[in-house]
């Protein structure tokens, strides 16, 4: 089958986590196209530093263009969920005002005491800010935001129409998560899903998220089940593939994009056929 695929922003990044991109987003541009790819992904702190280099809006727009991309996915909104948190990042929210992509990722990289109501009427702030675009709540399993059930819980405490879940393979599976945590979900909150894959680990979650992040089809996981377990609960896309290891990041953009994209479409076709 053929389905629209994203390069979420670190598959192509080639540097770790965190760390500052290794490929220049023209040469992200032009590998995510000539694999196949129709959008990209731009981590907020990844702007900055071009817009003070001196690249502006109009640039970036022209690269997009000129490949036939689109910005799909921005990132990462952290901070908002507990009391002591930031509401919001001023580099997101200019990114999303430029550039209108699908949607922004949210999560919570800490460990801080909240509760459902007051988090869910933090992230209805948040989807406001974001009017015109989906905001994607992902859980980390070595987070307070822990897995899709807790995720899903503050996301239906928000009553924010723009809210949904982003389902990552790794953190589905490494958070407990099962497909019986979206019974009942409306297809429509499901912003999108991140194919990787990985293994199942019981500690040191952060670090191997970080490193073990491997191509769907390379690691432990089900990732197939879980693609089908989607579709069959009305999910059709988007897919982003996001994908980093040691290896895989020290390749040419070119080969990380042949190969991010040989993969997601291998793992899709036989999961959905």
Not at 62 to 91: K, M, Q, V, Y
Not at 199 to 207: A, E
Request: charge should be negative.
């Amino acid at each position: 089958m053929t389905v629209d695929l994203t390069a979420s922003f670190v598959t192509l990044s080639g540097a770790g986590f965190a760390e500052p991109a290794r490929i220049p987003f023209a040469e992200r541009c032009r590998a995510a196209a000539d694999a196949g790819f129709t959008g990209i992904g731009l981590h907020a702190e990844d702007y900055r530093r071009m817009r003070d280099a001196g690249v502006t809006d109009g640039e970036l727009r022209s690269l997009l263009a000129e490949h036939s991309l689109r910005l799909d996915e921005i990132e990462f909104l952290n901070g908002w969920l507990t009391a002591a948190g930031t509401p919001c990042d001023e580099d997101i929210t200019a990114l999303g005002a430029a550039f209108q992509p699908h949607h922004v990722t949210a999560g919570e990289f800490g460990s801080g005491a909240f509760t459902v109501e007051e988090a869910g009427a933090r992230l209805r702030k948040v989807c406001d800010r974001f009017d015109g675009m989906r905001v994607a709540v992902e859980g980390f399993p070595w987070s307070s935001l822990r897995n899709v059930a807790t995720a899903r819980a503050v996301v239906e405490a928000s009553g924010a129409t723009n809210a949904g879940l982003m389902i990552d393979v790794w953190h589905f599976y490494n958070g407990r998560s099962t497909l019986a945590d979206l019974d009942g979900l409306p297809p429509e909150r499901i912003v999108a899903v991140q194919l990787n894959d990985g293994r199942i680990v019981d500690d040191d979650f952060r670090t191997e998220a970080r490193r073990g992040r491997l191509l769907p089809g390379d690691g432990d996981l089900d990732v197939i089940g879980l693609v089908r377990g989607l579709h069959e609960r009305g999910f059709r896309g988007p897919y982003c593939i996001e994908v980093n290891y040691p290896a895989f990041r020290d390749q040419s953009p070119q080969d990380m994009a042949t190969q991010a994209m040989a993969k997601a479409t291998t793992t899709l076709n036989r999961a959905l056929g």
